[in-house]
């Protein structure tokens, strides 16, 4: 602000000398230019006016802000490396003092109506206000105003070091120094032999799990992203390979799962057992029960990301998604169980199951969007929203099937082009879908350092090999929806006259429709466990062949009206 006022005041100055002359001049010769005199009144109110102002708003400044200073550093012996600021200014007003003092007073007092309030609406108003585009104060200058309670301080590192995630650009040292900080607050948690004395809103907790994933899967991306990285920063990553490793990452999950016994008492709760007398005494503590839910589903995406799409089903074995459960205290961390899980169907060949789940939680998100506008999570929803519907668009052009009229409309607006290029059987469409929604596959090898000169785009490499199998797959799939809309013109048809509508020679047309038959039958959810299903048809015809001669049966039951009459009334008395 005081340069810029100096600024203000070199412009008046320069304006006075061009227009006036020097000032010690008694006669004022004005220019002659068109206009001038005028022009140069208003510039110079102009000009005196934005000066008045910065000086009054560089004394404010000085009156009631503190600028504060730090060197970064950290204990790897990493200054930088040219990323980012070498010394970043922090805003340490009145008005970030007493938040932080309050948020640790409420923290202490474990009052957990208070600390959502400040986590959700003053944190993100403060930060919009002063720390949109600069770090919040460091550690050493908190410290001081909470009398150095560590356990504060490990809470107040997990937002900053989230903030820097979400709003600057993190160096390798911000990502070394937030793992070590979740190790600290994971210890914490979990090494105590008796219940620690904390509470925290359902909302932060999920956002914990939900940030700690997400860092584990940005660090691994950019450990393998070796364009542009100097070799001080090679050698530190090849001396810290512990950091961020995928197998601490699923220990801390598992044992939170463990430590709170969550898989019992889900299936205690299912069975309708007395759920405390399995909890334990970690378990009967929100903290501990709700971090321990909220890891199975982070235990679930992790798993995902590795493309180990059974056993991310497996981990989800007590979770019944389509009851209502822990996850819908949270609505970012129920979207993002049924979007891996959904995920998970489509990349396992389940695509009734995968079209069910992706259908349920959109029309559950277009019931609840209109009250989530205000939330900090909505921008996330949104965008899992928008995966989700490209995601369906690839499940129902594979398997057709009914939808909710809602989600259909929503889907027909926002996929339409890209639906009927995948039913011309363009692969580019469904590559240019999959794409768009896919979640950022991160391979579970260690990285070969002897190989990274031949391997540049190895950080690539996971999502061209999922890309590569459901491409394959599609391949597979393209020729069944024309069979099935001849298949569904006839009840008896000869195998010659199906040969000619295909275009297929020979016996081509036999092996079509056995493929038919075999891609067409896979498990269907019923109840129980996510993997849980019986093998069924997911298609709506049903047929053999006998002799030269294809018998076929429509399995479609006739819709009820009465029935869906009633549905419909239902839906818009609940709705």
């Not at 304006?15 to 510039?43: D, M």
């Not at 309670?149 to 107040?156: C, D």
């Not at 466990?529 to 001669?549: Q, T, Y």
Request: proline share 3%.
């Amino acid at each position: 602000a005081r340069n810029l006022r100096d600024i203000y005041r070199r412009s008046f100055l320069s304006f006075y000398r061009y227009w006036f002359g020097t000032p010690g001049e008694v006669s004022i010769a004005w220019k002659a230019r068109k206009g001038g005199p005028s022009i140069v009144i208003v510039a110079l109110k102009v000009v005196l006016a934005t000066a008045a102002t910065m000086d009054q708003y560089a004394n404010e400044i000085s009156a009631d802000e503190v600028l504060l200073s730090t060197q970064q550093y950290d204990d790897y012996g990493y200054d930088d490396m040219g990323q980012g600021p070498a010394q970043p200014s922090y805003v340490l007003n009145d008005r970030v003092k007493k938040f932080i003092i309050y948020f640790n007073r409420k923290i202490q007092e474990q009052n957990v109506m208070d600390v959502l309030n400040m986590y959700e609406n003053q944190f993100n108003s403060i930060t919009e206000h002063y720390f949109s585009d600069c770090e919040w104060p460091g550690v050493d200058v908190v410290a001081p105003l909470v009398d150095n309670n560590a356990l504060f301080l490990t809470l107040y590192k997990e937002l900053y070091y989230r903030h820097i995630y979400a709003r600057l650009q993190p160096t390798l040292a911000h990502r070394f120094e937030s793992y070590n900080n979740y190790c600290d607050l994971f210890n914490y948690v979990i090494n105590n032999e008796t219940p620690v004395p904390l509470e925290l809103p359902n909302q932060w907790l999920w956002d914990i799990i939900d940030e700690f994933i997400y860092q584990f899967q940005a660090f691994s991306d950019y450990r393998t992203q070796l364009a542009d990285k100097k070799p001080e920063e090679m050698e530190l990553l090849q001396q810290n390979p512990q950091i961020w490793n995928v197998h601490s990452v699923v220990n801390v999950l598992h044992n939170l799962i463990d430590k709170s016994k969550i898989n019992e008492q889900l299936q205690a709760f299912k069975q309708g057992d007395n759920v405390l007398a399995v909890a334990g005494e970690f378990g009967q503590r929100s903290l501990y029960k709700m971090l321990g839910y909220f890891s199975i589903i982070g235990l679930c995406r992790v798993h995902v990301l590795l493309a180990d799409y059974h056993l991310a089903l497996k981990v989800m074995q007590h979770v019944e998604l389509n009851n209502k459960n822990m996850s819908s205290r949270v609505i970012a961390c129920q979207v993002t169980a049924y979007y891996y899980t959904g995920f998970c169907y489509l990349m396992m060949r389940r695509y009734k199951d995968a079209v069910q789940t992706f259908a349920s939680i959109l029309q559950y998100i277009q019931r609840i969007k209109q009250y989530q506008s205000k939330s900090y999570q909505y921008d996330q929803i949104l965008k899992k929203n928008e995966q989700m519907y490209a995601l369906l668009a690839i499940a129902v052009t594979l398997c057709p099937q009914m939808i909710d009229d809602g989600v259909h409309a929503a889907l027909s607006e926002k996929c339409a082009e890209k639906m009927n290029r995948m039913q011309r059987e363009e692969l580019l469409a469904f590559e240019e879908l999959y794409q768009f929604s896919h979640p950022k596959f991160i391979s579970p090898c260690p990285y070969q350092w002897d190989e990274a000169e031949e391997r540049r785009n190895y950080h690539k490499e996971p999502y061209q090999h999922q890309l590569k199998m459901f491409l394959a797959e599609v391949k597979q799939q393209l020729s069944l929806p024309t069979i099935r809309s001849y298949l569904k013109l006839y009840t008896t048809m000869e195998v010659s006259k199906l040969t000619t509508f295909l275009s297929a020679e020979g016996d081509d047309v036999h092996g079509l429709l056995l493929s038919f038959k075999h891609k067409t039958r896979n498990p269907v959810w019923n109840e129980g466990a996510p993997l849980n299903g019986e093998r069924k048809s997911s298609n709506d015809i049903e047929f053999f062949v006998e002799g030269g001669m294809v018998h076929i049966a429509d399995t479609k039951v006739e819709r009820t009206y009465s029935n869906y009459f009633v549905s419909q009334v239902n839906k818009f008395l609940t709705g």
